[in-house]
Structure formats: structure tokens, C-alpha cells
């Protein structure tokens, strides 16, 4: 007989994304659904875009919650501040830089690539030269890369950006929430996130942000958008005072992020972070004591997603399916040149747990031990609890 109701697994979700929601999420996203200029909806869109500005830290106007997701945000930023013809800096250290740079070429740039090795940061001395070299409008780059689990140094990339007056275009998608991101400090003009990692919710919104001169330029544009869905012009008439329709937004969804966004501020953004990086560190404690290695420096780890050296001979793709198919626990695996070289695990929003880190040891090591490899799981959940009692 054909099931009546979906069938879908209670996962423990520990790889990069989605990961699981807070009880009040899941509840949010079952309220009425109603209309999208319906007063009252639009209540929630202006608390959303205020609690968008706190975890930004910004004081942009145009601060909001694009349909679909964190691609959606990537192009609608590309779209908006790069035309045919601008000379356009891209950083690629990993899949996700490399995704920018083909959106940029979509757009027609005058594009340069910077390529760096994957599981490092964009050298800011490289940067320098070649801002020296050519003037650029914007430099594209990735906060926190989690096709590596590098997370970027923003002080020296963002004094090099104002000294030689380029814009700064930033994916936030696996940072915004749970690491620190300072869009109006580091003179971000255009930065876009996820809803599904570290802010909380289900995927299907993208919060983006764009500075005055990113608006600016947008206004001064001598082609229209290359998105009409995206444009910000056109979304700023329904999501600023004007309200007109735009396109039919999901208040399931836009429900379900104020949750999350209301969450964030009761816990308090600095705590939260905080609670993201004793986490991280925990796990990267027991990590390395059950006698495994990480594939980042220690200066440059993202807390939000941990990349875990798989051992020389061990099928990756087994272990992931054991783990998923006996503790229903979800990690990610590598993506591009680091395919079945690391493991992503994910610690972002309601996942980043004590509780979530101590089942992960537990689980890889017995997943590890069916081929023959022997770890030191005592060693593990004894550094995991140290860790924790700082
Ligand atoms: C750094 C980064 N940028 C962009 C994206 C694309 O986001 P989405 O898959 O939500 O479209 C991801 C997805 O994991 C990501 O990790």
C-alpha cells in the first residue's frame, strides 16, 4: 500500500548543511499560511529584516531575506553589482569561491582569478599585488569556505579593499549565525547567507545585504539586471515602504526564520558564536585524540564546519552510509579535489551540541573499527568532555 504521509527519517544532521531546527522552528513553520501583503505579514518581514541587521551587524537599509537558497543570494549579489565589462577580482580557495567566479563570468566581468590552494585563505600579500597591479570594482570571496573548512581572516582582505577602493562581495552562508561576521567593520558592500546552517531554519531563504554604495551602483547601472527575480530595485518596492507585489513570498518559510532569528537574539549573538567555537574546539579535541587529523592549520579553522583527514584506506563512502544507516547520522563528504579526502562535519545552530559531538565520536569510531582501523575512543570522549568543562 502507498504511504499515506512523507517518509522522512529522523536524522541526526551533522554534515554541512541543513542541519536539524530548534522545536520553536518546526512550530513557527506550521503557522497559517497567509497573504503576502497581508498586514500582519508584513510585520514579520520587518522583524526579520531587523533582526538581519543585529546578525549582519549592519546598518544597511536594503537588509532582507531573498527567495531561494544561498545560491539565490550569491546571484543576486553578482547580478546586482557587477555589469558587462567591470573589472571584477575573484578568490577561489575552494568550491564554493569557484562558484562566484563562473557567475561573474555569466555576467560578462572583465574577470581576474586569483586560485589558491584548497584548505588555505586568500593570501592577502597575493591580493595586494595584483590590487596594485589593476584597479578592480569589486573582489569577490567566501567568509567561511565549507568545501574546506577554512574560515577567512577579514581585517587585512577588508584595509585592502578601501585603500584601493574596490567593493567587497562576501558569501556568509556558513558563517552568518555562528561566527563572527561584521558586514559594516569590514566595509562589506554585498554579502548574502543561507537560512539552513547557522541561522537555524529549513533552506529555501537567503538573507543578503548591500551597502549604500552597492546601491549606488545598482542605480548608476548602464544595463538593467540580468535577474529580474533579484533585482533589488525591484524586491526593495515590496520588502521597503512601497509594498508592492513582487513576486508571492512563503510565509511558511519567512515564519520559520523570524523563529530562528528570535532564537539567535534570546541566546545573544556573542554567546552564540561563543557556544560555536567551544564546540568546535571540543570536537577537534577528540578528533585528534581518537588519533585523527584535521585538514586545516588551527588559525584558520572554521568553527562552524570541521574538515576530518579520512585515513589512508578507508572507504569513505562506506563509513558514511554505516553511519547514516545505523545511527541515522548524517556528515558530509568532500567536495571536489578533496573528494574522499576529508569528512565535513557540520556543528552549526541547534546541531552545534555537546550532545552531537560525543554521538560523532563515538559513531566514526566504531565505523572506522568494521575496516579494521583501530582509534582510541576513550582517548576521544575523554578530550570531547575536557574540552567542554573549559
Ligand atoms: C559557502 C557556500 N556558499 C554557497 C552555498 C550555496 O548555498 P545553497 O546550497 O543553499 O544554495 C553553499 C552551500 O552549501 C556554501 O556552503
Same mark, same amino acid.
Given at each position: 500500500m502507498?504511504a499515506?504521509?512523507? +517518509?522522512a527519517?529522523?536524522?541526526? &544532521?551533522?554534515?554541512p548543511?541543513?542541519?536539524?531546527?530548534?522545536?520553536?522552528?518546526?512550530q513557527? &513553520?506550521?503557522?497559517?499560511?497567509?497573504g503576502?501583503?497581508?498586514?500582519?505579514?508584513?510585520?514579520?518581514?520587518?522583524?526579520i529584516?531587523?533582526? #538581519?541587521?543585529m546578525?549582519?551587524? %549592519?546598518?544597511n537599509?536594503i537588509?532582507?531575506a531573498?527567495p531561494?537558497?544561498?545560491?539565490?543570494?550569491?546571484?543576486?549579489c553578482?547580478?546586482?553589482?557587477?555589469? $558587462?565589462g567591470?573589472?571584477?577580482l575573484?578568490?577561489v580557495q575552494?568550491y564554493?569561491?569557484?562558484?562566484?567566479?563562473q557567475?561573474a563570468e555569466?555576467q560578462?566581468?572583465?574577470?581576474?582569478?586569483?586560485?589558491?590552494e584548497?584548505g588555505k585563505?586568500?593570501? $592577502?600579500?597575493?591580493?595586494?599585488k595584483?590590487?596594485k597591479?589593476n584597479s578592480?570594482?569589486?573582489?569577490?570571496?567566501v567568509h567561511?569556505?565549507t568545501?574546506t573548512?577554512?574560515?577567512?581572516p577579514?581585517?587585512?582582505?577588508?584595509?585592502?579593499? @578601501?585603500?584601493?577602493g574596490?567593493m567587497?562581495?562576501?558569501?556568509?552562508?556558513?558563517?552568518?549565525?555562528?561566527?563572527?561576521?561584521?558586514i559594516?567593520?569590514?566595509?562589506?558592500?554585498?554579502a548574502?547567507?543561507? !537560512?539552513?546552517?547557522c541561522?537555524?531554519c529549513?533552506a529555501?531563504?537567503?538573507?543578503?545585504?548591500?551597502?549604500?554604495?552597492?546601491v549606488? !551602483?545598482?542605480?548608476?547601472? @548602464?544595463h538593467p539586471?540580468r535577474?529580474w527575480?533579484?533585482?533589488?530595485s525591484l524586491?526593495?518596492?515590496?520588502?521597503?515602504?512601497?509594498?508592492?507585489?513582487?513576486?508571492?513570498?512563503?510565509s %511558511? #518559510?519567512?515564519?520559520?526564520?523570524?523563529e530562528a532569528?528570535r532564537?539567535?537574539?534570546? +541566546?545573544g549573538?556573542?554567546?552564540r558564536?561563543?557556544r560555536?567555537?567551544l564546540n568546535?574546539k571540543?570536537l577537534?579535541?577528540?578528533?585528534e585524540a581518537?588519533?585523527?587529523?584535521?585538514?586545516v592549520?588551527p588559525?584558520?579553522?572554521?568553527?562552524?564546519?570541521?574538515?576530518?583527514k579520512i585515513?589512508?584506506?578507508?572507504?569513505?563512502v @562506506?563509513?558514511? !552510509?554505516?553511519?547514516?544507516? %545505523?545511527?541515522?547520522?548524517?556528515?558530509?563528504?568532500g567536495?571536489?579535489?578533496l573528494?574522499g579526502?576529508?569528512w565535513?562535519v557540520?556543528l552549526?545552530?541547534?546541531?552545534s551540541?555537546a550532545?552531537?559531538?560525543?554521538?560523532f565520536i563515538?559513531a566514526?569510531s566504531?565505523?572506522l573499527?568494521l575496516?579494521g582501523?583501530k582509534?582510541?575512543?576513550a582517548?576521544?570522549l !575523554?578530550a570531547?568532555?575536557?574540552?567542554?568543562?573549559?
Amino acid at each position: 500500500m502507498q504511504a499515506r504521509q512523507v +517518509e522522512a527519517p529522523l536524522r541526526k &544532521l551533522m554534515g554541512p548543511g541543513p542541519l536539524n531546527i530548534h522545536p520553536r522552528v518546526y512550530q513557527a &513553520l506550521t503557522s497559517p499560511v497567509i497573504g503576502h501583503l497581508d498586514p500582519a505579514y508584513l510585520k514579520v518581514l520587518d522583524q526579520i529584516g531587523d533582526l #538581519l541587521r543585529m546578525v549582519f551587524r %549592519t546598518k544597511n537599509r536594503i537588509t532582507n531575506a531573498a527567495p531561494g537558497t544561498g545560491t539565490a543570494g550569491m546571484e543576486s549579489c553578482v547580478a546586482n553589482i557587477i555589469e $558587462p565589462g567591470d573589472p571584477v577580482l575573484v578568490c577561489v580557495q575552494g568550491y564554493f569561491g569557484d562558484r562566484i567566479r563562473q557567475m561573474a563570468e555569466r555576467q560578462e566581468a572583465k574577470l581576474t582569478v586569483i586560485e589558491g590552494e584548497w584548505g588555505k585563505p586568500v593570501d $592577502p600579500e597575493t591580493l595586494e599585488k595584483e590590487l596594485k597591479k589593476n584597479s578592480y570594482k569589486v573582489i569577490g570571496l567566501v567568509h567561511a569556505e565549507t568545501s574546506t573548512g577554512v574560515l577567512q581572516p577579514m581585517a587585512e582582505i577588508a584595509g585592502l579593499a @578601501k585603500e584601493h577602493g574596490a567593493m567587497i562581495l562576501l558569501d556568509t552562508v556558513t558563517s552568518l549565525g555562528g561566527v563572527d561576521v561584521r558586514i559594516d567593520d569590514w566595509g562589506v558592500d554585498a554579502a548574502y547567507s543561507c !537560512s539552513q546552517k547557522c541561522i537555524g531554519c529549513a533552506a529555501g531563504l537567503s538573507p543578503v545585504s548591500f551597502s549604500e554604495r552597492a546601491v549606488e !551602483s545598482v542605480r548608476r547601472r @548602464k544595463h538593467p539586471v540580468r535577474s529580474w527575480y533579484l533585482d533589488i530595485s525591484l524586491l526593495d518596492k515590496y520588502w521597503g515602504t512601497e509594498r508592492v507585489y513582487h513576486h508571492t513570498s512563503s510565509s %511558511t #518559510l519567512n515564519y520559520g526564520l523570524l523563529e530562528a532569528l528570535r532564537l539567535i537574539e534570546e +541566546e545573544g549573538l556573542e554567546k552564540r558564536i561563543q557556544r560555536h567555537t567551544l564546540n568546535h574546539k571540543a570536537l577537534v579535541a577528540g578528533v585528534e585524540a581518537m588519533g585523527l587529523e584535521m585538514l586545516v592549520s588551527p588559525e584558520f579553522r572554521l568553527p562552524s564546519l570541521n574538515t576530518v583527514k579520512i585515513p589512508a584506506g578507508i572507504d569513505d563512502v @562506506k563509513v558514511r !552510509s554505516y553511519l547514516l544507516d %545505523t545511527y541515522n547520522l548524517e556528515i558530509g563528504g568532500g567536495l571536489g579535489v578533496l573528494k574522499g579526502k576529508v569528512w565535513r562535519v557540520g556543528l552549526m545552530g541547534y546541531s552545534s551540541s555537546a550532545e552531537n559531538i560525543l554521538f560523532f565520536i563515538a559513531a566514526i569510531s566504531q565505523a572506522l573499527a568494521l575496516q579494521g582501523y583501530k582509534t582510541d575512543v576513550a582517548a576521544g570522549l !575523554s578530550a570531547v568532555t575536557k574540552a567542554l568543562d573549559k
